[in-house]
């Protein structure tokens, strides 16, 4: 299974984000990776579907869309009208995740599922065996806020979803958001990751310390 590294461009500079999307660009990644934040569900904002769209006019990444929301049943319609391609939503709010995720998948968009670290995999089990899932997201920090350290720990929940994937019919990548530096690789991919999310560490490094990153996750050019 490729493996893929995502900016998160959360990290970039807020007053010119395209410039980071740029980055991303033309450093031939194939990801970015959008944390919406709504300082409810997490203490912290970011950006909303505007943000987006703007940033999508001219893009070809794959815009992989991580709604940090207690509500975001209400914004799945704005965020792919603005041009997300995955669509991922947290397991902690109380809604009904089967309907929002069924939802998202009608409107033709890829669906993620994501847990907070202190959030078992137990919690999902029900969602794996229910819907079609393309991703199921790890956070490796307690989300909010970027440039915390790397939780070791959620490693071995990534090692139960690599090991419930093995053994279902859910292809679904298995993503780590959170603290994700160079020096995390090799454990992350002894554990199962295939997908990268990386802001702090991808954004203040320069071009051939992102390429080398990229070439230690084992992405493909």
Not at 14 to 20: E, G, I, T
Not at 83 to 105: F, M, N, Q, S, W
Not at 156 to 185: Q, T
């Amino acid at each position: 299974m490729e493996k893929i590294l995502a900016p998160s461009i959360l990290a970039g500079n807020h007053a010119d984000l395209k410039s980071a999307l740029d980055v991303a660009e033309q450093d031939s990644r194939k990801w970015i990776h959008l944390d919406i934040m709504d300082g409810h569900f997490v203490p912290n904002l970011s950006f909303g579907p505007q943000t987006v769209a703007d940033l999508r006019i001219g893009s070809k990444l794959f815009f992989d869309v991580h709604l940090m929301l207690s509500n975001p049943y209400l914004y799945i319609d704005a965020f792919s009208e603005a041009g997300a391609d995955l669509i991922t939503i947290h397991i902690e709010p109380c809604y009904d995740h089967l309907k929002v995720l069924e939802y998202i998948r009608s409107l033709g968009k890829k669906v993620g599922i994501a847990l907070n670290p202190g959030t078992p995999v137990d919690d999902i089990l029900n969602i794996i065996n229910s819907v079609k899932l393309d991703l199921v997201l790890c956070m490796t920090v307690n989300p909010g806020f970027g440039g915390q350290n790397f939780m070791y720990d959620v490693l071995s929940k990534v090692e139960k979803l690599a090991e419930v994937r093995e053994h279902c019919s859910n292809a679904y990548l298995i993503e780590v958001d959170g603290g994700v530096g160079p020096e995390h690789v090799k454990p992350c991919l002894e554990a199962g990751v295939d997908v990268f999310v990386a802001g702090t560490a991808y954004y203040k490094r320069n071009d051939a310390e992102r390429r080398e990153f990229s070439i230690s996750v084992g992405e493909l050019f």
